[in-house]
């Protein structure tokens, strides 16, 4: 599958700051979502992008496609302590393309702590 | 509606023994996919089928690992001849049309003693 690098890889930071995550890829997505995954939990989906430069929100949380199509990015807004889990970001390439599969591929994923 | 059904949720093998997880994808859905997640890693694709057939197995391993979908029931990922290093959680996704937003199972955590 097509590679993903996500960050950061952790992050730690006081309830209401706000939070930013990337992520990049060497080959172009026909589609982006963000996924969180609580501990003993499957990942949950909160954001799907569809098309590059579209920008979608999620209640406190928003997405962006890239206009290369190469990457994206989550922010969350004045976070609170149930933000707390790891946040993946997960793609699907375009077809056809040697060794892109048919499936999501998936970032390592970037843990947030938030302290109260 | 249902979510994705995922069972069992923990499961403990002896090394050799056969392990079987099953999903059940949301109703409606006929794509299904198989990843394999390590502690503290991604998500790792194994696995994808519709119903009856294999569509891309292109991360599973080339022995003691199969997979199915069949007509009727639910789908199946079968591990032979267990060993420790199968010890992971096992998530199944489904999604209605291929290549869209998937959901996710709740998991099956495998632990080879």
């Known amino acids: 599958g097509q590679q993903l690098n996500q960050s950061p890889q952790s992050m730690f930071i006081q309830e209401g700051e706000d939070v930013s995550m990337n992520c990049t890829s060497s080959?172009?997505?026909?589609?982006w979502l963000w996924y969180k995954q609580d501990p003993g939990e499957g990942p949950v989906l909160l954001i799907a992008l569809y098309k590059a430069g579209e920008l979608t929100s999620n209640g406190r949380l928003t997405a962006q496609f890239g206009i290369t199509r190469k990457d994206s990015f989550l922010n969350i807004s004045a976070s609170i302590p149930s933000d707390v889990g790891i946040y993946f970001c997960?793609?699907?390439?375009?077809?056809?393309?040697?060794?892109?599969?048919?499936?999501?591929?998936f970032g390592k994923g970037t843990s947030l702590l938030v302290t109260p | 509606n249902a979510g994705v059904m995922q069972n069992p949720r923990h499961l403990v093998r002896r090394r050799g023994q056969e392990a079987r997880l099953r999903c059940s994808p949301m109703k409606g859905h006929s794509h299904v996919y198989w990843y394999r997640q390590l502690p503290e890693e991604g998500l790792k694709f194994m696995v994808y089928?519709?119903?009856?057939?294999?569509?891309?197995e292109s991360g599973m391993p080339k022995e003691r690992f199969s997979a199915e979908f069949p007509k009727e029931g639910p789908s199946i990922l079968r591990i032979q001849q267990v060993v420790r290093g199968d010890s992971a959680a096992y998530f199944c996704?489904?999604?209605?049309?291929?290549?869209?937003?998937?959901?996710f199972g709740q998991g099956t955590r495998l632990t080879v003693v």
């Open positions: 996704a489904s999604s209605a049309i291929e290549n869209t937003e998937a959901f």
């Open positions: 089928l519709q119903k009856e057939n294999i569509i891309d």
């Open positions: 080959s172009i997505f026909n589609t």
């Open positions: 997960a793609g699907l390439g375009v077809r056809p393309v040697e060794n892109s599969g048919y499936a999501l591929n």
